[in-house]
């Protein structure tokens, strides 16, 4: 790997520490503020807002600067979005405005390994990135529990600056102003990836004229072979995984009794099975065999709904490992397959730009329905159940749906697992 690829995943390290302990601390800052259930689950939704809403403009605005600098940017606006939360904005508008740099940030963060490595080396990379983004996920959901309980809180609480009164009372609140410097750090980082020397490609005048590209962007992503199907995937596989963050909170709060801080554990148990089965996909899939890992999204369906039968930490901590390390073996492949489709059929920042807002509308619309369900008084079991089931009954579907499509175009198939070959070596 070049260098620059390592500066790369320490910046993403950091940013995506920042923004799992930022969650877990948003969700404290609501229940300590009383804030009911259904405002505590629409976290979720807020964070991916942006995502869908923007969506259209953010791979354009990757591709027309240094992903550096994009990056850069984006964190700058997360800090704001913290900033927000401590000083009188309501935790789930600042939430949303910490979605919006996280929006912005995403396409840069993935289009560069496009620019930066050849296609031989994606899979690897998103492996890599992956692995890394997930042990991000695992210390950052245990950073934010650990913030907000008392032995830590306390004494964050307990630190005055000399004539400055902040006006920060709760654990939370001290906890989200511990995380500031955290984005300071990842956006350090930002500033010496190195130029790639790939052509920037300028934002037009008028931004209303992204809209006819995007939307066409869209289609021809949805309407390739191979496209639709990692599309699909990986769509159904983020919509779950981003709520079923939440959803493990609730779970473990309902299953076992646990508050936050010990909740926020589980979370990253999860999070610990994705990064192996991440790394392992890594290093023994190869890109043009992507498309065999789908039957694994049927089984984790399953799993999802026999969580509900789980009441021991014994069970769960096991279960919950090989829960995530069937999705990290799933996704990783999945998405090196649509990044190489993407980058041939529109350019980096244009497909991640897609993708994103198909994901992020899955999270968004999942979540929706999951705190209006909640907010009716549907249990934590209940969600489960309905989520597991669908990602089974929607893994069935697009496995048919590739079945019908080698049938029915068995030249085109051949012709595109051909090209993805040729890159490989």
Known sequence: MKRGFYTIMSAQFFSSLADNALFVTAVELLRSSGAPEWQRAALVPMFALFYVVLAPWVGAFSDSMPKGRVMFISNAIKVVGCLMMLFGSHPLLAYAVVGLGAAA?????????????????????????????????????LLGGQLVAPHISGVLLDFDLPGVDLGIDLPAEAAILALVPVYMLAAWFNLRIPLTGVEMRPMPRNPVALLPDFWTCNRRLWRDRLGQISLSTTTLFWGVSGNLRYIVLAWSAAALGYGTTQASALVGVVAIGTAAGAVLASMRMRLEQATRVIPLGIAMGLLVILMNAIHSIWLAVPFL????????????????????????????????AVQNFNEQAAILGMGVLYSLFTKLGLSAHGAIAAFGLLVALVMLAILRWHVHNVRRYPKEMVHLRRMARRDRH
Do not use: C, D
Not at 331 to 347: E, I, K, S, T, Y
């Open 105 to 141: 940030y995403s396409p840069a963060k993935y289009g560069i390994l496009t620019e930066l490595l050849p296609a031989s080396q994606l899979v690897k990379a998103n492996g890599w990135i992956e692995g890394l983004t997930i042990a991000s996920i695992i210390l950052g959901v």
């Open 321 to 352: 490992i090989v829960l995530g390390g069937l999705g990290g073996f799933l996704v990783v492949p999945m998405n090196a397959l649509l990044q190489h489709r993407g980058h041939n059929l529109m350019g980096a920042g244009r497909s991640i």
